[in-house]
């Protein structure tokens, strides 16, 4: 990072990397995210209660033919990279621009938008990978009367257990609409997120020991400030899609069936539920600097402690060799025959009778 020098104190102040501001009109496909080289891979899951047909294509127009189907379809896109792909779906299901734009956008934060002949949906997929890195996973939803579709940034997602009840018949999917497998979605959505609390509280776990061990690592600050990262970027998911369920439960749209609000108001309690433990392991990760500050400061208290009672033992160790260190002639001990093994004793007894009185005292 370039960094330019103040003059007047000395002191490297780094250049603040501005955002990049796409300066685009309203309804611009552009896509935000880091991922360039995604395929666009396409999955299509036609079904009803008796019949399963899944299709899976790397071209966006085999989704077209599913359009007049009389079955709940599912399709999931991933690849938001490819914009060109985006808009033509767009304009093939006649999505408003708007909904086209925030598709891709990677930096909108989670919302539903209510419009006539479908919702939009926009949250975030959340998950640690293998090597333990925090994945945040913009993801939208578009569900319409018969028609579920879900668009990803990359492959990899959290519905394996969604697709095994679909392709088996398990469960009240195969017998509901796309209003309940949209609820199916977001409710694995949130489900996991339960298991991100879990690994979440399980790193805190870990510092908390690591902090009442007596040999601190010394990058322990660096992970902390990592857990408060990764609890800020949590709960930026979490809490906005607690309203965004919070009005779905509310809505009142031809597209939701009164027997599904009841499957929304339990995944309600869910988000709630969710959203008070990120609160809760937010306040602790915030607490974990101050406990290794506390930690680090009882340690040098320790330190000192032990520095200062060999100091107190020694100050009159040091005052009677500097009396018998003195150069005067006439200092009467100097002729007694064994006033060096006197000295020695009385310097060795004040020695074990400090240590007697700080043992006492419970100071060692």
């Not at 914009?83 to 621009?97: A, F, Q, S, V, W």
């Not at 400090?354 to 100071?363: C, I, S």
């Amino acid at each position: 990072m370039a960094t330019k020098k103040n003059k007047r104190r000395g002191i490297k102040i780094p250049h603040i990397k501005k955002p990049i501001i796409h300066n685009e009109a309203p309804g611009t496909v552009t896509y935000t995210g880091k991922k360039e080289n995604v395929a666009t891979k396409v999955e299509i899951i036609d079904y009803s209660k008796d019949r399963y047909h899944r299709v899976d294509s790397e071209n966006i127009e085999d989704a077209f033919s599913f359009e007049s189907s009389e079955h709940i379809t599912w399709i999931n896109i991933n690849g938001l990279n490819n914009t060109k792909e985006i808009e033509r779906l767009g304009e093939y299901y006649n999505l408003h621009p708007l909904i086209q734009e925030d598709i891709v956008s990677t930096n909108q934060r989670p919302k539903m938008d209510e419009y006539p002949e479908y919702l939009y949906i926009v949250f975030k997929m959340l998950h640690y990978n293998e090597n333990g890195d925090f994945i945040n996973e913009h993801v939208s939803m578009v569900m319409g009367k018969d028609y579920v579709t879900t668009f990803q940034e990359a492959d990899g997602d959290v519905w394996d257990g969604l697709r095994d009840r679909l392709e088996n018949a398990k469960g009240r999917v195969r017998n509901a609409g796309a209003d309940y497998l949209m609820f199916a979605l977001l409710d694995a959505i949130v489900d996991n997120y339960f298991s991100v609390i879990e690994t979440l509280s399980s790193k805190i776990e870990f510092i908390e020991d690591q902090l009442f061990d007596d040999d601190i690592e010394e990058d322990i600050t660096q992970d902390i400030q990592i857990l408060k990262k990764e609890i800020l970027r949590i709960r930026r998911a979490v809490v906005p899609l607690r309203e965004v369920i919070n009005r779905l439960e509310k809505i009142d749209s031809d597209l939701i069936e009164s027997k599904t609000q009841n499957y929304i108001r339990d995944l309600y309690d869910h988000i709630i539920q969710v959203s008070e433990s990120v609160d809760i392991y937010r306040e602790m990760i915030w607490g974990l600097m101050d406990m290794y500050m506390t930690t680090i400061s009882n340690k040098m208290n320790e330190v000192m402690k032990v520095l200062t009672i060999m100091a107190s033992i020694f100050i009159p160790l040091t005052f009677m060799a500097g009396i018998y260190g003195m150069n005067f002639e006439y200092i009467p001990e100097l002729q007694f025959k064994y006033g060096y093994f006197v000295l020695w004793g009385a310097m060795i007894l004040v020695f074990f009778g400090l240590l007697y009185y700080f043992k006492r005292k419970k100071w060692l």
